[in-house]
């Protein structure tokens, strides 16, 4: 396999060869990139581009392509360009938005801890006129790059006086009241609060969430 002649020429000094063939060696050299190293070996070797493209796997074009970069460039024209992507369909102000209102206390905006999620941040973004329209999915991928999760929240107890016989006696009482046989007169309710609908504030203010941090709330009344 000859191949056509070709006026483009490989030449590198001895430590520009060395860094190549290091490069071939390393078991954490990206495939890519030591196949263009090798593509730049096998021709100043003697080889011609059209077998150095069937060795290393590219076309003879690409091999053509990378040898007039390392010509005009040296080693640092064998890295790839940075590719401009898809474009944002959001500007970083929405996503900036979407952040404060996750650090925010969901009872400041009227909203239930029970329900602050995803979809409902979604909508408090289309009611404060920052977006038209978001989907869930895409407030779930900016949350999770601030390592945000709004939704959860942690019970923590304040700092008090210890009041270990209180509490003892206070489960005594309990206790017996359900273990107890009741008389006729007597009648045991029990009476639970509805879920995030508080008829007595806590004891301390709730704590807004932080990146990798829920939000925190005082377990007592």
Not at 69 to 92: A, C, M, N, Q, T
Not at 127 to 156: M, N
Request: aromatic share 4%; charged share 25%; proline share 8%.
């Amino acid at each position: 396999m000859r191949g056509r002649c070709s006026t483009l020429r490989i030449q590198m000094d001895d430590p520009t060869r060395a860094t190549l063939q290091g490069w071939l060696h390393r078991q954490k050299t990206p495939n890519g990139l030591a196949r263009r190293a090798r593509a730049m070996l096998l021709p100043e070797q003697g080889q011609t581009y059209l077998h150095t493209a069937s060795q290393v796997g590219l076309a003879e074009c690409h091999v053509r392509k990378w040898a007039r970069r390392f010509r005009d460039h040296g080693i640092v024209g064998l890295s790839e360009k940075p590719r401009p992507g898809r474009v944002p369909v959001f500007s970083p102000e929405v996503a900036l938005h979407v952040v404060k209102v996750a650090c925010e206390r969901p009872d400041q905006v009227g909203c239930s801890l029970s329900h602050w999620d995803c979809p409902e941040l979604a909508r408090q973004l289309k009611a404060d006129g920052v977006a038209q329209s978001i989907s869930p999915a895409t407030i779930r991928r900016i949350l999770r790059s601030q390592k945000l999760k709004p939704w959860q929240h942690h019970l923590w107890l304040s700092a008090k006086v210890p009041r270990d016989q209180q509490f003892a006696q206070l489960v005594r009482t309990l206790v017996d009241l359900y273990t107890r046989q009741l008389a006729k007169s007597e009648m045991v309710l029990c009476v639970d609060e509805k879920t995030n609908l508080q008829p007595r504030s806590r004891l301390a203010p709730t704590l807004p969430p932080r990146p990798g941090q829920p939000l925190r709330l005082e377990h007592e009344y």
